[in-house]
């Protein structure tokens, strides 16, 4: 394997470990540096906060120190030193992640806490979880460190957090497992839900000690071997546990299914106005309907349709859309919640209206973390729940967000959801979720500010829906035995007894809307096997309570709980606490990542670590290459790249410092061979992400570099000046510096979608960029160059396929390196998906994306270029069931295109191009996303060429470029 390619196999497995270690950075590009960070210790911890989260930090602390020893015993580890928790709040990321040694948290959340950890909060359930996560790391590594995490199946990893940290519930994954297993997908569910539901029964059918003999068991090379330790353990393979699963968890299901109330005995079919409908509601008289659909894979879309015969419909957002919106009295209004930028680049939600009348949308709050708004029938009032710290109260204001009042005033952390007006407005509705309590059902009195109960139990109430007269509300409950969350009603001044069940069935039933014509609640069946998803109900419908008879050997494992239990937190007894101190990520760093491989030049090894600080503000990537040459055992190349988030003087943006000692590589293809380079180089970057807050995907960014290299050409003597002209190739130049400085402006707006990674299907992007390298700053070569860069993906209006179109221009002025001459090449390019995202991989590789045409193996060298590119793409099958530690082959694309290719020399000649072809695309995938895309394929020249050039037909095989940026 020549060395170019072992850096790039190396950085493939890397590029996971980089971005990772950036932290918050890894999922939001901001770690927020603006902010002042503070540190505190306790015995087990270095807790990390920002400003604004003092009593958030100490209470982490509490649940640290209090989860620390039952988890470790656990998992049978006595860790040496100490963990990092990272916390913050700054983005409303309902998440947290576990590296070795490390987690990060976001914290003061209110969706969805009771949901991920029963009657826990937010807090003591997510550190809880990654805490295990932590401990499993402990114990899963061997001598090979990061890389030996990789063995555990990602549905035992994230089961056993859960089964050692958190509550079985019904979303949380009850009513995930069992619709996928009445749709016959239990293979594709995720593996948060399916690794629930396996590790409990794994514990109860074969006892808490497996799970550890299954992570610790090593073999005779010290390895750890998931596999084989499953197997000693429990007597079984993977592959037949995982049909013992299926089989009793199949029975389960289908046996409270088949006990419960089908949906076509609840109410009426209702007609869906759009398939994989979310959320809907009803204007104040009915005459409209809004609606969100998902379609599977990609971004929600908020919709106004006239509730007619006509049913007009009018496409109002798509994005991050909140379950909850409204109609103002009169209908021409529409208020929503939606997730986007606010400032610094933080990721929150804030409300929006939209006119109904002129189809346009404005943002009412502004960094607000304000959602679930509800707007009055009487009177233009909006209300809705806005996140202060980690508290969550009610709030209203006028239809453009000003005149803003707060109705409650809740202390510490209380969290509130779903607030709806009454049909009289006076009154608000809303679910409450308080420390020690289940979540229950509330109405405010919007006069006198006064709060009151309706239900009082463990069970998760939800989704309150007035009915049309204002004297009973509907809501989502999962009280029953079997937790299957149905349709309940209890009245408006009533109390927990008088609670009782609109509908019982199997496959869950919430209420979406109530019908302001007729009274009658729309319920969606959430886990629908057929196409009933809606149904019609009478709000007077009533049905009794059913508790299924099942054998006990099917229900067991559902209410199994760890040997080593937690108990509850003692939040009166915070553990001893260092005086918090201003956060110096510098003197925070710590090792994330080692590795040695070997070096086949021809003996010798590459080794390198990776480090970061505790909160990714700062990252330093460093190896080294020794080995023998010419029987000397000497150094062959360093590299180092140090990239930082904390800029002086308070700077926005990233500063990335480079510096190798023949330790960069530039490849290419040239004349049919690999032209490899060694440089010297020491180099400065600067990187500002930029997002103007209404869509999420919608990304520009801006970069300035400047570096200094020697290039020094590896076996420039194979490249034969004769045969080079024959093929119009100039002589590649063998040693030289050259000295550079640079922009790039680049900007993408390409929605999700499930083939986005392997191909794009919908979105658009631009990318702008100028160089330039001056013999007056000690460079051997003296030149200027432009690049323009522009694509878009669409589906065909006429085929229904996705089509893709880009061109590209590049312009040169002065002398360049004779190898990175303008033009056409014959050899293909070899290129990752999207080789800008690279992080590590854009300073250690050099790879540049030529122009070349499909089909037409030929150069011409010129000064000018210009390249156009038009493509259908067609998905032929779903990912391939291949899958090794996390690599694995997506779904086969054919592809048919027309390429153009249009080159102006030196004297002003212009020399024309056209090609057609096929080919076929298969992505090579880590952890589910398209790393690289081979394809191979045949293309031909068109009888277009001015100059009567012969036909040519050529086969090929090259790394597609499918994502330009």
Known sequence: MSRPLLWMLLLL????????????????????????WKE????????????????????????????????????????????????????????????PRRMFLWVNQNDYLNIFGGSDKWLRGVLAHELQHNMWQEAARDWTGVFSLLRSPLWFVEGLAEYKTEEWGAARSDVVVRNAILQNRHTALDPHDSGFAKVRYLAEAYGDSVLVQAVKYRNWLGLADFHTGFRKATGITLTQFDEEWRRVATAYTYAVYSQKELIDEVGEFEPAPQARLAHLTYSPDGSQVAYVAQPPGRMPVLVAMENDSTKARTVLDHGGIGRNFAFNADGT?????????????????????????????????????????????????IVFIGIDGDTTNLYTCDAIGQEVHQLTQHEADVQVFDPRFSPDGQDIAYAKFERGRGLDLAILD???????????????????????????????????????PNIYTVPARGHESQVEAVTDVGETMRPLAVDPATGDVIGRALASVD????????????????????????????????????????????PTLSPPRTYRGLRRMTSLARFVLPSPAPWGVIGGALLSDMAGHHFLAMGVEAGTSDDTFKLRGAWANYETSSMPFGWPGFLTLFASLDGRTGFRIYDGELLLDRQDEVGVKWRQPLNFGEHLYANHSVELFARATNVDVEEASTFDEESLALRDLPVPLRNFDENTVGAVYRYTKRRPHPLENSHAVIGHGLLAAFERSDGAWGSDVDYSRLNLDGAKAIRSPFLGVPMFARARYEATWGSPPPQDFTGLRRDVPILPTDYHTALVASDLVEVNESFHLRGLPQNVVGTRALQTTLELRLSLTGKLPVDVFGWGLGGVTGVVFYDHGRVWGPAGEILARHTVGWEFRVPLTVFGQALVVPSYGEGQTLGWERDGAPFVKDEYFKIAMTQPF
């Open 531 to 574: 196409t009933m998803r809606l149904r019609r109900i009478s709000p007077v419908r009533r049905t009794g309570r059913i508790d299924p008879v099942i054998p006990d050997r099917f229900t067991s494992w559902r209410d199994r709980t760890p040997d080593e239990s937690i108990e509850p937190i003692d939040w009166d007894s915070p």
């Open 446 to 484: 919007v006069k006198s500010g006064a709060s009151r109960y309706i239900t009082r139990s463990l069970a998760h109430d939800r989704y309150p829906l007035w009915s049309r007269e204002g004297d009973r509300l509907f809501f989502y409950s999962d009280r029953n035995a079997d937790e299957v």
């Open 40 to 99: 505190r210790e306790t015995e087990h911890f270095v807790l990390i906060y920002h400003e604004g989260l003092e009593e958030v930090a100490v209470r982490a602390a509490t649940v640290a120190e209090q989860v620390y020893e039952p988890i470790a015993r656990g998992m049978q580890v006595q860790p040496e030193g100490k963990f990092s928790i990272l916390l913050s709040s700054e983005d409303q990321i309902i998440n947290g992640f576990a590296v």
């Open 13 to 36: 497995w890397l590029v996971p470990e980089c971005a990772t270690a950036q932290g918050l950075d890894s999922a939001n590009d901001r770690p927020h540096p603006e902010l002042h």
């Open 333 to 381: 209004k529409l208020v929503y919640a939606k997730f986007h930028r606010g400032d610094h680049g933080s990721l929150l939600w804030d409300l929006k209206v939209a006119d109904l009348e002129t189809g346009t949308t404005h943002w009412i709050t502004q960094s607000r973390r304000a959602n679930h708004p509800h707007w009055s029938a009487v009177g233009d009032r």
